[in-house]
Structure formats: structure tokens, C-alpha cells
T-cell receptor, first 113, second 119 residues
Framework: GNSVTQMEGPVTLSEEAFLTINCTYT??????LFWYVQYPGEGLQLLLKATKADDKGSNKGFEATYRKETTSFHLEKGSVQVSDSAVYFCALSDPVTGNQFYFGTGTSLTVIP | GAGVSQSPSNKVTEKGKDVELRCDPI?????LYWYRQRLGQGLEFLIY????????KSGLPSDRFSAERTGESVSTLTIQRTQQEDSAVYLCASSQVPSGGEFLAATQYFGPGTRLTVL
């Protein structure tokens, strides 16, 4: 079946540190992959996505590359800011219909000044 | 423009009571999804609507759960005879299928959720 496994948190980093949040997936076909972010007190919002192998999604300094060979979609940022403190969710869309999304459990990130 | 809205934002109910949760999707979005998020867990898919039909109800956990949608507008998730295990945040999302019908690339836009507590 389809599933997403992401790095457990919480993660605490100092400002300007390098961030990696690991995400691996299992899928029967060729899914699209997403990172969603939930800032404190707000709803989930799309951070970036990639729809096919070797695609790189990027937004707000965050990047993730769709790696089919390692079934991974790790989220990275070179220099985090306090405003990046949030919960990050990795997700994939069902490769057969695209209608059902599978989410990881979320990784809480706190960036301290 | 307005995003996805959900009501109520919080609901506290007694075990055995019925509850209705409402979702207003983004205007023009044909697809609507319901998810459940238990404390410390990921999002659990419940049901998906395309227009007012529900081709995928596979995630509904029991026959106490039902959902309906009026046209391409409001959706209601009903939980009958609530149990304590139903306590969770219920999230709604909507999406517009890209012009090529490519569901795989459709971005879901989430509402703020309804926090349900069953005592």
C-alpha cells in the first residue's frame, strides 16, 4: 500500500543552521510528493511539491528533490529563521487516482534566536 | 479570496451524542476532502467528494460516520453516537483539478479544522 514515513521530532535548531527533515515513501505507482507546513495557530498550507522523479520543488528557501531510487523526498533549507518554526508534513498523492493523500505524522521544528 | 472555512472551530460533546461538522470549500473547487488528525498522529483520510458524489469513502472508520455535499459547495461530516476515540481535529481541504484532469498535481487547500472533544 501507500505510506509516508518522516523523521520524528521535535527538532530544535539555532537560527541560520542547516535543516534536513527526512521523508521516505512507499507507493505502488508513481505518486506526486508534497511538503505541507502548519504554522502555529494556522491551517495546513502547501510548501512545495514535485510531480515526477528528479523534480525539485522549492519555495521560501526550502527545497526537496523527488528521488525514485531511494523513494525519498527530504526537505532541506540552508539557513533557517525563527519564522520557520512550524510543523512540517510530508505527503503523497495516490498514484492511481490522485484523489487520496497519505500524510506523514509531522515533524515539529523550533528555531531559536 | 476566501480560503476553506470550517465550523465550529471547537466542539465539546458528550459520549453518545451526534455532531455535525461543516466545511465551506474555496469557491469553484470541485474536489473536497475530509481528514482526521488524532493527537500526535498524521492525517487520516476519511472521504473524498468530486462535485456532490463521493467516489471514495474508503477512509470512513465506521457506519457512525457519514458525509454529504451540496453541489460543489458546503459539505457536512456527521458523526453519530460519538465515542471518546472520535476525539480529534477534523480537517477539510478542497482542490481544483488542473485543466488536464491531472489529479496527481492538484494542490489541496486546507481549512483551520474543527477540534472535537468527546467526554
Amino acid at each position: 500500500g501507500n505510506s509516508v514515513t518522516q523523521m520524528e521530532g521535535p527538532v530544535t535548531l539555532s537560527e541560520e543552521a542547516f535543516l534536513t527533515i527526512n521523508c521516505t515513501y512507499t507507493a505502488t505507482g508513481y505518486p506526486s510528493l508534497f511538503w505541507y507546513v502548519q504554522y502555529p495557530g494556522e491551517g495546513l498550507q502547501l510548501l512545495l511539491k514535485a510531480t515526477k522523479a528528479d523534480d525539485k520543488g522549492s519555495n521560501k528557501g526550502f527545497e526537496a528533490t523527488y528521488r525514485k531510487e531511494t523513494t525519498s523526498f527530504h526537505l532541506e533549507k540552508g539557513s533557517v529563521q525563527v519564522s520557520d518554526s512550524a510543523v512540517y508534513f510530508c505527503a503523497l498523492s495516490d498514484p492511481v487516482t490522485g484523489n487520496q493523500f497519505y500524510f506523514g505524522t509531522g515533524t515539529s521544528l523550533t528555531v531559536i534566536p | 479570496g476566501a480560503g476553506v472555512s470550517q465550523s465550529p472551530s471547537n466542539k465539546v460533546t458528550e459520549k453518545g451524542k451526534d455532531v455535525e461538522l461543516r466545511c465551506d470549500p474555496i469557491s469553484g473547487h470541485t474536489a473536497l476532502y475530509w481528514y482526521r488528525q488524532r493527537l500526535g498522529q498524521g492525517l487520516e483520510f476519511l472521504i473524498y467528494f468530486q462535485g456532490n458524489s463521493a467516489p471514495d469513502k474508503s477512509g470512513l472508520p465506521s457506519d457512525r460516520f457519514s458525509a454529504e455535499r451540496t453541489g460543489e459547495s458546503v459539505s457536512t461530516l456527521t458523526i453519530q453516537r460519538t465515542q471518546q476515540e472520535d476525539s480529534a481535529v477534523y480537517l477539510c481541504a478542497s482542490s481544483q483539478v488542473p485543466s488536464g484532469g491531472e489529479f496527481l498535481a492538484a494542490t489541496q487547500y486546507f481549512g483551520p479544522g474543527t477540534r472535537l472533544t468527546v467526554l
